[in-house]
């Protein structure tokens, strides 16, 4: 079973994210980057579903240490504002699409679907 980690400080966005997912996918959540660096080094994450603000932390920062580091994951990125995603991550292979909040639930869960198929 592929497996989701989503990071996000909004308990109702990790919510809903668990609640599309978790019957198909073993399903991870952090609220925080180190609950998240936690997860990555103990289970053998394939998606993150990023906020690229979280708990006023930077996710452009928290992408590159993990693309460096574990080369196998692949990214989703849910922000409020689209243009705080570095050009550098946006032209990185392992970013496979960006949601700009409110983003359409079902149209991203099809998307992993999709890719993970």
């Known amino acids: 079973m592929r ?3 989503a990071i996000d400080d909004e308990a109702g966005i990790r919510f809903l994210l668990k ?10 959540e952090a609220s925080n980057i180190k609950d998240a660096f936690d997860i990555i080094n103990s ?4 998606f993150i579903i990023l906020d690229l603000n979280v708990d006023g932390q930077d996710g452009n920062e928290f992408f590159k240490i993990i693309n460096k580091d574990y080369k196998n994951i692949n ?4 922000t409020g504002d689209e243009s705080l995603v ?16 409110p983003f359409d639930l079902q149209k991203l869960k099809t998307f992993v679907d999709t ?3």
Request: no cysteine.
């Open 3 to 5: 497996k989701i980690l």
């Open 19 to 28: 609640t599309v997912f978790e019957m198909e996918y073993s399903f991870f």
């Open 43 to 46: 289970s053998e994450i394939d």
């Open 75 to 78: 990214f989703i990125i849910i």
């Open 86 to 101: 570095s050009e550098e991550i946006r032209l990185n292979s392992k970013l496979l699409n960006i949601y700009e909040k």
């Open 115 to 117: 890719y993970n198929a």
